[in-house]
């Protein structure tokens, strides 16, 4: 029975141990430890975090998408982690990246170097920097790393820390100390074509009022090509959590400004606070 | 004693200025952004001043040249508000120049209320943070808004937005016709 199990163990990488029942008799309980082949978790790993980022989410934001926690996507985008997915919880992720479970098992060539370009996440590191481009903001703020002024515009879009935020970023766009073939690239990059042309638009419409023609055409000729390379058929809600509520959904949707439904991105914001956002910046 | 942020440091110095210019008592409170500033319950916000005064109060400010940006005086009766948020307010020492200017903040739960009827992005967001900071409970929260609505002159909207909020918040369901506790009547 023991060489049968020394066997079998080598064979097919089955562990066994003994147990003794009531009666003291002796029996042989074979425990199967799934092993995954170490290709796949490094593949499994790699495509994990790279579909992630694909898709402009934090580690949070996916664990929160995939009803999962998140120091458990951090263990799976581990290249040394040990441990087996269940393939309802692949599934799950697969639906939060809008992916299928295979392309996370898909055996492709590792990416050379960085993905994306990196953009600010933290919050007071956000605030801390839109307080140095001139936003109305006061409360906390921590500047922890340096970022470009584009990385921190499509930084607020990305994550949208707050809608004070948000408020201020049309502001800053108007004044027109910005790349915006930068601004264009890092949107593309992130697929945040949508929130970017809405901001745009908004800011023209306020370097209109402002009367600064040089800018007014520049975010215009943005939006255009901007335009030109939408995303179509997307729900985008440029808030800190999508609503889950339907009612709390068309709630915001109605209280959407008509540029921001042209965009499809959906939020509670009013022009007039954009404005005054802009009419209060330094 | 903390620093204060920016703006409210701007009315601190306002007040100040405008201290030998008023030759009699004010009261001021606090509302919005400001409030919930000091409340601490938000973290970030724009720099208004929106403050509740009565139209006596406005005048003497305006005469003694206070009345300028950042603060914007705005009249009760368009808000969402307790018959007796003036009780509930609380006295802000940093602000404040005793005898003669006396500033007060409103309640973080009549501020929540005060939020209800215009119900924007960040009102959704900051009535979230300062129900969640101060550990409302429903109960309190729709005792203090039932009696609030019976003085507000929209409640079909606001009663929406309570329904959404609840909802949201305390992850129950309420009709607003049917769960709406009966308002108290003014102390």
Redesign the interface.
């Given at each position: 029975m023991t060489n049968r199990c020394e066997r079998a163990q080598k064979a097919a990488r089955i562990e066994p141990f003994s147990m003794s029942n009531r009666s003291g008799c002796k029996i042989f309980v074979i425990k199967y430890t799934l092993l995954m082949e170490p290709n796949l978790k490094t593949t499994l790993a790699r495509n994990l975090k790279a579909l992630r980022l694909k898709a402009g989410l934090s580690q949070s934001d996916l664990a929160r998408k995939a009803a999962t926690p998140q120091p458990r996507v951090a263990v799976m985008e581990s290249t040394e982690n040990t441990t087996l997915p269940r393939l309802e919880w692949l599934q799950r992720v697969a639906v939060a990246l809008g992916v299928s479970v295979s392309s996370l098992l898909a055996d492709e060539p590792r990416a050379k170097g960085q993905l994306f370009s990196t953009l600010p996440e933290n919050a007071d590191n956000l605030a801390a920097h839109l307080k140095e481009l001139g936003a109305p903001l006061s409360g906390r703020a921590k500047k922890n790393r340096s970022f470009s002024p584009e990385a921190v515009v499509l930084g607020v879009l990305r994550v949208v820390p707050s809608a004070r935020m948000v408020e201020c970023v049309p502001g800053l766009l108007a004044t027109g100390a910005m790349d915006y073939e930068k601004l264009f690239r890092l949107a593309k990059e992130r697929n945040l074509l949508n929130r970017l042309g809405f901001v745009v638009e908004v800011a023209a419409l306020l370097a209109e009022q402002k009367r600064l023609r040089g800018n007014v055409s520049a975010l215009r000729s943005l939006a255009k090509k901007l335009w030109k390379e939408k995303v179509t058929g997307t729900e985008d809600y440029l808030m800190a959590e999508k609503p889950v509520d339907p009612e709390l959904r068309d709630r915001v949707k109605k209280k959407t400004p008509e540029l921001g439904k042209k965009w499809g991105v959906y939020g509670a914001y009013s022009l007039e606070r954009f404005s005054e956002a802009f009419r209060r910046a330094a | 004693m903390k620093p204060l942020?920016?703006?409210l440091e701007t009315l601190r110095r306002l007040l100040q200025e405008a201290r030998p210019k008023i030759d009699r008592p004010i009261e001021i409170i606090l509302i919005g952004g400001a409030a919930a500033?000091l409340s601490q319950a938000?973290?970030?916000?724009?720099?208004?001043i929106d403050i509740l005064a009565s139209s006596k109060t406005v005048s003497i400010l305006q005469k003694a040249g206070a009345l300028k940006f950042?603060i914007q005086p705005v009249a009760d009766s368009f808000l969402c508000l307790h018959p007796d948020y003036r009780m509930a307010c609380s006295y802000v020492r940093e602000l404040s120049f005793p005898p003669k200017i006396r500033v007060y903040r409103l309640s973080p739960l009549d501020l929540a209320i005060s939020k209800l009827s215009r119900?924007?992005?960040?009102d959704?967001?900051d009535i979230e943070a300062i129900l969640k900071k101060e550990r409302t409970s429903k109960k309190k929260f729709l005792n203090r808004y039932a009696t609030a609505r019976a003085y507000y002159t929209n409640p079909r909207d606001t009663d929406?937005?309570v329904?959404?909020l609840v909802?949201?918040i305390y992850g129950v369901e309420f009709d607003p016709k049917t769960d709406l506790p009966k308002p108290k009547a003014k102390a």
């Open positions: - | 942020d920016e703006p500033l938000v973290n970030r916000i724009t720099e208004d950042p119900f924007q992005q960040v959704i967001e929406f937005n329904r959404l909802r949201k």
